[in-house]
Antibody, heavy 118, light 107 residues
Framework: EVQLVESGGSLVQPGRSLRLSCSAS????????MSWVRQAPGKGLEWVGF??????????QYVASVKGRFTISRDDSKSIAYLQMNSLKTEDTAVYYCTRGDVLSDYWGQGTLVTVSS | EIVMTQSPATLSVSPGERATLSCRAS??????LAWYQQKPGQAPRLLIY???TRATGIPARFSASGSGTEFTLTISSLQSEDFAFYYCQQYDKWPWTFGQGTKVEIK
């Protein structure tokens, strides 16, 4: 059974950093690209970015609103994907979902809440 | 970026009735269109990809069609578990973008 479990969400002040983790199981992690999708409270969905698997160069792509501040990485030996978030803004407040895929998300984690507030 | 617009914002339907949801793209996305279902407090679930192909395990009462800029999701006979939010998503041009969602509620 495919499982994705996010962790690391918390309350953080504007301008600070936070790293989210996504622990995967139930599939060969290294064979799949991974994404992060967020949802602000009571709002719709926004695709934050993705990282391709090594066979496709492990390249990354980010939405403009986070480019230069957020970094997605992966550790295939541990089956974990990461989202490093720097220079956080209040508008980054959201539930962050880890998903499998770079174009479509066929499996989602339960999400982790990041609240950016002073 | 491509703007996805869903209508209506809220759809009130009685159990057993048919529901038709619309999604429009600001420019052609070919058939690079997906639909997701999200229930309160849960993560979204992939329903449809390629504009009309049901994802694994999705019941046949869910069907979808369209290409270019106009897309439709139809639920042929609403079951209690189908009352939820529905989002369309284009994956033709980065950044992938979602519509604002349609809430399907019990009439």
């Amino acid at each position: 059974e495919v499982q994705l479990v996010e962790s690391g969400g918390s309350l953080v002040q504007p301008g600070r950093s936070l790293r989210l983790s996504c622990s995967a199981s139930g599939f060969t992690f290294g064979d799949y690209p991974m994404s992060w999708v967020r949802q602000a409270p009571g709002k719709g969905l926004e695709w934050v970015g993705f990282i391709r698997n090594k066979a496709y160069g492990g390249t990354t792509q980010y939405v403009a609103s986070v480019k230069g501040r957020f970094t997605i990485s992966r550790d295939d030996s541990k089956s974990i994907a990461y989202l490093q978030m720097n220079s956080l803004k209040t508008e980054d407040t959201a539930v962050y979902y880890c998903t499998r895929g770079d174009v479509l998300s066929d499996y989602w984690g339960q999400g982790t809440l990041v609240t950016v507030s002073s | 970026e491509i703007v996805m617009t869903q209508s209506p914002a809220t759809l009130s339907v009685s159990p057993g009735e048919r529901a038709t949801l619309s999604c429009r793209a600001s420019q052609s996305v070919s058939t690079n269109l997906a639909w997701y279902q999200q229930k309160p407090g849960q993560a979204p679930r992939l329903l449809i990809y390629g504009a009309s192909t049901r994802a694994t395990g999705i019941p046949a009462r869910f069907s979808a069609s369209g290409s270019g800029t106009e897309f439709t999701l139809t639920i042929s006979s609403l079951q209690s578990e189908d009352f939820a939010f529905y989002y369309c998503q284009q994956y033709d041009k980065w950044p992938w973008t979602f519509g604002q969602g349609t809430k399907v509620e019990i009439k």
